[in-house]
């Protein structure tokens, strides 16, 4: 016979257990059950069952996590990170692919993307880390790539989704550049239509298809905008007497000599005797200038030594 349990906190526990779809919201769902369940003889049968749900689903939990750790390395964050979210379908996988180097599995099967994929994005010679991570609405959402990424590509394939989307992302520090997807299935008139209304609430944003072969997709428009978002400095180096290097240094607003020197080798700086510098920081081309003398994006840098 049922036993019928009438505790508030117990109730409101069963409620989030069947409600939510993450595995660990429903293991703490469940444990506040078991300790709110009756305690007298009649409910000993609710009881065993209770805990033998939760034995399965920490099993599950524990499965989850040993897949997880067997499958892929621990991610190393570059200089430069955005991460890619939206819900199942969205379109994360071709947008990874068409940004970047990597080579996704694309599929129309919600939720087939059950851990982070990495890719670079090669931008005017300046690789950036851009990683899909799965459905922003399912169990594997990867909630602390988000907390960390520089910025947040957030992908959708209509503008009636961006404030379920937004209501799910985690608390982060990154910027944020809202996507509207498919936009061969759009018509000039939507097109303006998203436009207007994006403008009007200052969103950064991007029209775009992940189609390859669709002339005016906006990928390279959405390529600058994610660079641009980074807000960092562009810095060449060179040796004396030769060509500026083709791949260009990353640092920070601020940065100084010494430490695109300490960036080139640790202790470097203190090798260092004198300083030519060339570009936007400069007053002339050619300029000597000390360690502590803070850099301008497009600089070049040159060192000479002991």
Not at 154 to 176: N, T
Not at 200 to 222: A, D, H
């Amino acid at each position: 016979m049922p036993v019928n349990v009438n505790d508030p906190e117990y109730v409101k526990a069963e409620k989030e257990y069947h409600e939510s779809k993450d595995k660990e919201d429903q293991l703490l769902a469940l444990k506040k059950m078991i300790s709110h369940a009756p305690k007298h003889k009649g409910g000993e049968n609710l009881r065993q069952q209770l805990t033998q749900r939760r034995k399965k689903l920490e099993e599950l939990i524990e499965k989850k996590k040993a897949r997880k750790k067997g499958s892929k390395p621990g991610l190393k964050k570059e200089e430069m990170q955005a991460v890619i979210i939206g819900k199942s379908n969205s379109g994360k996988s071709s947008l990874l692919k068409i940004l970047t180097n990597a080579n996704p599995k694309i599929s129309s099967v919600p939720f087939s993307t059950e851990s982070y994929q990495v890719g670079i994005m090669d931008y005017e010679n300046c690789p950036t880390q851009i990683i899909e991570i799965p459905a922003i609405e399912g169990e594997n959402f990867e909630r602390g790539i988000v907390h960390t990424a520089d910025t947040i590509i957030i992908l959708l394939k209509s503008l009636d989704e961006l404030e379920e989307v937004k209501k799910k992302i985690p608390p982060h520090e990154g910027k944020e550049i809202i996507v509207i997807n498919k936009s061969d299935l759009l018509t000039p008139e939507d097109k303006r239509k998203i436009k207007a209304q994006m403008q009007s609430k200052k969103y950064n944003f991007e029209i775009i298809s992940s189609l390859p072969y669709i002339k005016e997709n906006g990928i390279l428009e959405l390529k600058k905008k994610i660079f641009d978002s980074f807000e960092v400095l562009r810095i060449f180096t060179k040796e004396p007497g030769k060509e500026k290097g083709v791949k260009p240094m990353i640092l920070r607003p601020g940065s100084t000599i010494k430490e695109v020197a300490e960036k080139i080798l640790k202790g470097f700086s203190k090798k260092v005797i004198e300083t030519k510098i060339w570009g936007p920081s400069s007053k002339f081309s050619g300029q000597i200038v000390g360690l502590n003398h803070k850099l301008k994006d497009l600089d070049t840098v040159e060192f000479k030594t002991k």
